[in-house]
C-alpha cells in the first residue's frame, strides 16, 4: 500500500480557488492511477476526478467538470486538485486515493489506499 497525506483545504468564499495537494510515499507513485473522492456532511463518498499514472489522461465528475483541474508530479510523488469557481455545495471532507491500476476509473472500490481527508468548506 502507500501512505497518502492531504493537505490545502480550508475555507473559501463562493467563487474562490484552493488548490489540494496529496503526497504519496511507500509505493511507486509514477506507476498507478490515483483520485480525488469527497463526503458532504450526511451523504456518501462521490467521486471527483481521477488521473491516471503518466498524467495523460483525466476524468472528471459532471458537477466539477470545467472547474476543477486534476494533476499529477511524479518528480514529488504529488497529486493536485485545483479548484475554481466554488460553490457552497463543494463543501466536503476530499480524500486522495490510490490503487494499483493504470487508468483513471471511477470506483471507489478500485483504489486500495486512502487519504485520511482535508476540509473544504465554501460559504455564500
Known amino acids: 500500500q502507500v501512505q497518502l497525506v492531504e493537505s490545502g483545504g480550508g475555507l473559501v468564499q463562493a467563487g474562490g480557488s484552493l488548490r489540494l495537494s496529496c503526497a504519496a510515499s511507500g509505493r511507486t507513485f509514477s506507476s498507478y492511477a490515483m483520485a480525488w473522492f469527497r463526503q458532504a456532511p450526511g451523504k456518501e463518498r462521490e467521486f471527483v476526478a481521477a488521473i491516471n499514472w503518466s498524467g495523460g489522461s483525466t476524468n472528471y465528475a459532471d458537477s466539477v467538470n470545467g472547474r476543477f483541474t486534476i494533476s499529477r508530479d511524479n518528480t514529488k510523488n504529488t497529486m493536485y486538485l485545483q479548484m475554481n469557481s466554488l460553490k457552497p455545495e463543494d463543501t466536503a471532507v476530499y480524500y486522495c486515493?490510490?490503487?494499483?491500476?493504470?487508468?483513471?476509473?471511477?470506483?471507489?472500490?478500485?483504489?486500495?489506499?486512502w487519504g485520511r481527508g482535508t476540509q473544504v468548506t465554501v460559504s455564500s
Open positions: 486515493a490510490s490503487g494499483i491500476i493504470l487508468d483513471p476509473v471511477v470506483v471507489e472500490s478500485e483504489y486500495d489506499s
